[in-house]
């Protein structure tokens, strides 16, 4: 049994991960899963996943996707219940109490893994023929962080569909984990050109390009500059597909705070689109701020201070002091 200590790590990887479109560090994988996010303002990015077209109630159910969607949906409903309950744990008086009742809920989350487990081992023995249940079975490892036997699953579909990008782009997300940078290209490629018509795997290859520059720039041959040419153009591949998603549109903006020297144009450019298809008064005052700190660091102070007196949000008050600090010292040092 894992010590009382694990436990939170434990319901956090087990149970927390499997409530977001999985992003282990750069990539993420796919059905049922995103891609990576930026490190935005309020820490809380994301992606959302690839969308299933409803199926019309004339249309026969097909059994095995049918299944498939019960074990999701039974992941769901245990993770949302577990979450609730390691929380309500920390909110007890009594220590002991707390410890006792983490301890408890650490025995089921361990009985369900197991259940679950030999649940999707049942459902691939009854579809042996077919990708989709080993994949969602890798995902089920990969969100508790057993990335081998996550691997060991996507394989295996591989194996019975090499025509589904979802499986390559899940591997290539292992590889950007594990060290091997030069094969991940190769399998983020394979994605791509296998669906050219979906945000998600350009992300992550977009991502995968960008944060590795030191590998893609062996990979591909090209300097730095290049790199970063090359991982901007396959962002704007997969902002032609999804033009009005909002966490890509942040995600792009806030690559430029790593391009040196600074593309200013381009930066403001990027973060203006952000705001324009941000869904919240939250997130748009969020992407002020970047655009605020922007316009400063292109020189153009006065426009930079305009824009910060219009963040109002008491979630963002002591960022938005910050910045503008920041802005007021400048323009004493060169006022104009």
Not at 42 to 53: K, V
Not at 177 to 183: C, V
Request: proline share 5%; hydrophobic share 40%; glycine share 4%.
């Amino acid at each position: 049994m894992k010590s009382l200590d694990g436990i939170f790590v434990l319901l956090t990887a087990a149970l927390l991960l499997m409530a977001a479109p999985v992003c282990s560090g750069t990539v993420g994988q796919s059905r049922d899963g995103g891609g990576a996010g930026g490190a935005r303002v309020a820490d809380n990015a994301g992606q959302s996943s690839p969308e299933q077209s409803p199926v019309p109630e004339s249309e026969p159910v097909d059994p095995m996707q049918a299944a498939i969607a019960a074990l999701l949906d039974k992941e769901d409903t245990f993770r949302d219940d577990s979450h609730r309950r390691l929380l309500d744990t920390f909110a007890l008086e009594a220590e002991e109490a707390g410890a006792a009742a983490r301890q408890q809920l650490q025995l089921e989350v361990s009985q369900w893994e197991t259940d679950m487990e030999a649940a999707w081992e049942d459902l691939i023995a009854t579809y042996p023929d077919h990708s989709d249940p080993l994949l969602h079975y890798g995902n089920f490892f990969n969100n508790r962080g057993l990335e081998d036997k996550a691997l060991e699953q996507w394989k295996k579909a591989l194996d019975l569909n090499p025509d589904d990008p979802a499986i390559w782009n899940n591997i290539a997300g292992y590889h950007t984990h594990n060290g091997d940078i030069r094969k991940a290209f190769e399998y983020f490629e394979k994605a791509v050109s296998l669906e050219p018509a979906h945000w998600v795997y350009f992300h992550n290859f977009a991502n995968a390009v960008f944060l590795f520059r030191r590998d893609s720039m062996d990979y591909y041959r090209l300097n730095e500059q290049q790199i970063f040419d090359k991982a901007f153009a396959i962002y704007r591949r997969a902002m032609e597909t999804a033009p009005d998603n909002f966490e890509l549109a942040y995600d792009v903006a806030n690559s430029y705070y790593i391009v040196k020297p600074a593309r200013f144009d381009k930066a403001l450019a990027a973060w203006e689109h952000a705001f324009s298809v941000a869904a919240s008064e939250t997130d748009r005052q969020d992407v002020l701020i970047h655009l605020a700190r922007w316009n400063l660091k292109a020189g153009n102070p006065q426009k930079a201070l305009e824009i910060i007196d219009r963040v109002d949000l008491p979630e963002h008050g002591e960022l938005r002091k910050r910045v503008k600090k920041n802005i007021l010292r400048s323009m004493l040092k060169s006022p104009q």
